[in-house]
């Protein structure tokens, strides 16, 4: 996220934004929210550990497919045999019911699924959204009528049902991880085209642009060099929430039965094998439940916590530790393009009539 | 014979909703089962049965229901010619007379058989059960309005393969003749020993043309059985059945008829039902099922519940879940890779995916574990419980794929732990240990269906199963196995495409004879034979195990329907 803060200075140096000093303003009101800095901390170990699969279930010594049928009761429908669902030093969280595949390596492995499908799915929405968003604002009354009237299309589908509805189409031979992906970006980024559209319209006004546009710079030159970089604080604040709502599509589509195929585990899929485990043995749903949580937890308050220090006028009601005793300092400094007001991803298009 | 029979296909569907549930179950004690039940009192006639189900009983009309030996709940209202004997495990396979005064008395080479209905029969309105009652009630299942019997009687009935039933066709079917009101002639266009098995399906049920409403009838279907229906409510989700008081145990020894009303509830969530069986309140306490069975997770729960344990039936059903291959697929048309994957099968991972030892049996016939089947138990590729990688190895090294093979196992995305994803991967994982990686087809159920039943489409290698239309190898191995079954337009069931002299005549033989036990011994050896060719590797033979309430006596679960037989049940 810094990162395309800090691009914008190089972007152009007649850019009215000191993109430096908004970097360095980002990353002093982000420290001063303690739940933000450990949202922030817990994304990035879980990263890790899914980046880190096979090396932490080499050290466990397991992997996630293969059976164990002599570690689950068969006279009792395959229950894990032992206290704590099979816990041992060579299965650190147990084993599953019925298979006796090794939990821990399906949960590391398992992230792999559900933090790379999601994260993958947020760029394809960004990058539409974006692209739609610019082009609509841009582009004469035909163009934005156009773009304008697919996003409201693409916001009215119900994003499980088509889902569910292209999943069964497609062979079952393409790739089921990228084809997920696929699906949840390509239909669900009609809100952040609308957001970036409305802050467009906002900006595209403003004196700086006006100015570009009078010294003869093209459409596409003054949307890369003066529209992007004001456009980014409230993407970056949209995509942070979108991650955790696609990592529950994605588990949603695992949990129907859509999504990636076994043998591959994901979270998602864990959860509706665990089901009717939930009182023979526990620990089998708790285990994804858990994980699930914890991760949409620390990807929504980190994106809140992202919010409010790239914009804290507009930051969320949530107010989770975001200390807002600094706001009005904060505030006060702030850059006209910071202070629109249409910057959050629950913003509408009011933007669009201006 | 063309498909596994409704009743095993609704078990089988039944068995999948409920280990979507988990909140309950029994169990402990391996098998209580019937025994455990009945206990210190005698059952005596009164109270109300209550009958939880999942599956609606939408067909009502004897000529709709394809049923395996007459049915559960239709058994109460009709009588058929012969019927199943109503006896606990293997003794209850045998095919006894019901309306008809025996079995049925064949020519001398099965092609003619005779019956002679008992004396005093009458139905619910006391009107006498005449000979050509019997003979109209399976005329008008050849109505293609009135069709979902099993396809025997049209396959077998001399001039019955064009025959439209007796609304179009009012001369009716000269195979079936009534020379007076109380005999009946079935006149066969080949020798058919097994012909008295067929007798017990609902088919076989007299219906008075009289008060015949054609799709209508199931409304009110003229009771011949101990109870009539009084009430059927939204197509069969609520039945009440009362007792037909022109019903007569002197003439039907197999129905016990306790109680006095049975009250049949369905549409309900499997995981609804085992709930309320293992908390046997109120009227619960007074209830059965019979198509929801307990899932793996269910199971696991009541380990320990001594109650809830003795309130488990465990039954078995003539049903086989298997692999099957298509040899004209490379590399399934070289026997050695079959027998391979037929070595390197890991039975015990596969058993505990169809729900653990208490809910399925490895099996290496294909014919199920029963008598009355002619089991003869063979390993021809012992796999142990574990499989045997080294010999799988082995054999792919003679047949030139030495290092290694790659196949696609086609399976069902259903959940029905029988051709769904988790036994496919157990088979993955096995298979691995012997070098040939498996890649997985899961296609959505209907065009599973579809595809391995269409010779055109049919792939190499795909887990599949059967069911017993009755307890027979007949139409366990004939459907599968006979060469001159195989359909090339339409649904094929011999996937195996096995079109061998010496089975075909083989078939033939034993369907000439009329001694049933002579019949299985013959079938038992013909699998044994067939199996030796590796077309298919028998996985497992799924077990029953249903919860009942408290005041449930008298349960008798017979091998024939595999699940708690409510013509024997008492609620006091």
Redesign the interface.
């Known amino acids: 996220m810094s990162q395309a803060l800090a691009a914008s200075p190089a972007a152009g140096t007649d850019t009215p934004v000191p993109a430096a000093s908004g970097a360095r303003q980002f990353w002093r009101r982000l420290r001063t929210q303690r739940a933000a800095l450990v949202a922030a901390a817990v994304v990035a170990l879980l990263v890790l550990v899914a980046l880190a699969a096979p090396l932490l279930t080499a050290l466990e010594g397991q992997d996630p497919?293969?059976?164990h049928?002599s570690l689950?009761?068969?006279?009792?429908?395959?229950?894990p045999i032992g206290s704590l669902g099979g816990a041992s030093a060579d299965h650190w969280l147990g084993v599953e019911?019925?298979?006796?595949r090794d939990l821990f390596a399906r949960l590391v492995y398992g992230a792999r699924v559900s933090l790379g499908v999601a994260l993958a799915a947020t760029v394809i929405q960004v990058a539409i959204g974006v692209a739609v968003g610019v082009g609509s604002a841009l582009g004469n009354r035909w163009v934005d009528q156009l773009l304008s009237r697919a996003t409201d299309i693409i916001v009215a589908l119900p994003l499980m049902v088509m889902s569910l509805a292209l999943l069964?189409i497609v062979p079952?031979?393409f790739p089921r991880p990228v084809l997920v992906t696929l699906v949840i970006g390509l239909i669900a980024w009609g809100n952040i085209a609308k957001i970036v559209r409305a802050q467009t319209l906002a900006l595209k006004d403003l004196d700086y642009v006006s100015a570009a546009r009078l010294s003869g710079w093209g459409v596409l030159r003054i949307a890369r060099r003066e529209l992007l970089p004001g456009l980014a604080a409230p993407v970056i604040t949209y995509a942070a929430l979108l991650v955790p709502t696609n990592i529950s599509a994605e588990a949603a589509l695992s949990f129907l039965?859509v999504g990636v195929?076994?043998?591959t585990p994901s979270w998602g899929q864990m959860l509706t094998a665990a089901?009717?485990?939930?009182?023979?043995?526990p620990q089998y749903l708790l285990l994804p439940a858990g994980a699930l949580f914890v991760t949409v937890l620390a990807l929504t308050v980190l994106g809140d916590g992202v919010r409010t220090a790239l914009d804290p006028r507009a930051a969320s009601r949530l107010r989770i530790g975001t200390g807002r005793k600094n706001e009005g300092a904060d505030s006060a400094t702030d850059k006209p393009v910071h202070g629109h007001k249409d910057t959050g991803p629950n913003s509408d298009d009011r933007g669009a009539t201006a | 014979m063309r498909q596994p029979s409704v009743s095993a296909r609704r078990v089988a569907a039944a068995s999948v909703t409920l280990v979507v549930a988990a909140g309950v179950a029994a169990c402990g004690p391996k098998d209580t089962g019937a025994k455990a039940a009945g206990g210190d009192s005698q059952p005596h006639k009164d109270g109300t049965l209550s009958v939880l189900n999942a599956q609606p009983q939408q067909d009502f009309d004897p000529a709709r229901l394809y049923t395996s030996g007459g049915g559960n709940v239709p058994s109460l209202v009709f009588r058929t010619l012969t019927t199943r004997n109503r006896e606990n495990g293997s003794a209850g396979a045998k095919v006894v007379p019901d309306l008809a005064t025996d079995t049925g008395r064949p020519s001398k080479d099965a092609t003619v058989w005779t019956y002679t209905l008992k004396k005093g029969l009458t139905y619910e309105d006391g009107t006498p059960i005449t000979s050509a009652d019997i003979k109209y009630g399976i005329e008008r299942s050849f109505a293609p309005e009135l069709s979902g019997g099993a396809p025997y009687l049209r396959d077998w009935l001399v001039g019955a393969a064009d025959y439209q039933g007796p609304y179009k066709d009012k001369k009716g079917l000269d195979a079936i003749e009534t020379p007076d009101s109380r005999t009946i002639v079935f006149h066969l266009n080949k020798p058919e020993g097994e012909f008295p098995y067929l007798a017990t399906q609902t088919q076989f049920t007299p219906v008075p043309k009289s008060k015949d409403t054609g799709t209508k009838y199931e409304e009110h279907p003229i009771s011949s059985g101990p109870y009539k229906v009084v009430k059927n409510e939204n197509d069969g989700e609520h039945l009440v059945l009362e007792r037909n008081p022109h019903w007569s145990a002197a003439t039907d020894s197999e129905r016990k008829a306790y109680p006095d009303t049975i009250d049949v509830r369905s549409g309900l969530d499997s995981s609804v039902i085992n709930q309320r069986l293992s908390a046997s309140q109120g009227a619960d306490a007074a209830a059965v099922t019979t198509d929801t069975n307990l899932g793996p997770a269910e199971l696991a729960k009541v380990t320990g519940d001594k109650d809830l344990a003795a309130r488990v039936g465990t039954g078995h059903f003539g049903y086989t879940n298997y692999i099957a291959f298509n040899p004209t697929v490379k590399p399934f048309d070289n026997v050695k890779v079959r027998q391979a994957i037929s070595y390197a099968i890991d039975r015990s991972s596969v058993v505990n995916a169809a729900g653990g030892s208490a809910l399925a049996e490895p099996a290496t016939t294909f014919l199920p574990d029963q008598k009355s089947f002619g089991y003869t138990p063979y390993d021809l590729f012992p796999a142990g419980r574990a499989g045997d990688p080294a010999k799988a190895r082995e054999l792919l090294k003679q047949a030139g794929y030495g290092k290694g093979l790659t196949v696609t196992l086609t399976h069902s995305n259903s959940k029905d732990f029988e051709t769904s994803p988790e036994i496919a991967t157990a088979i993955q994982d096995a298979l691995k240990k012997a070098g040939i990686t498996v890649k997985l087809q899961g296609l959505e159920d209907n065009d599973y269906s579809d595809k391995i039943h269409t010779v055109k489409t049919e792939p190499g290698f795909f887990l599949a199963h059967w069911g017993a239309d009755w307890p027979s190898g007949g139409p366990f191995l004939a459907p599968i196995f006979d060469g001159r079954q195989i359909v090339e337009d339409g649904a094929n069931f011999n996937t195996g495409l096995l079109n061998d002299k010496s089975v075909n005549n083989e078939i033939d033989a034993i369907n000439k004879l009329t001694d049933l036990d002579a019949a299985a011994e013959r079938w038992g050896a013909l699998d044994k034979k067939i199996g030796e060719q590796a077309l298919t590797v028998p996985l497992f033979h799924p077990v029953y195990k249903r919860l009942y309430g408290k005041d449930v006596k008298n349960i008798v679960i017979s091998d024939w329907t595999g699940v708690l037989d409510i013509s024997q049940v008492a609620v006091k």
């Open positions: 497919t293969t059976y049928p689950v009761d068969s006279a009792r429908g395959g229950v019911p019925q298979t006796g069964a079952s031979s039965g195929k076994p043998p089901d009717v485990w939930y009182q023979a043995a």
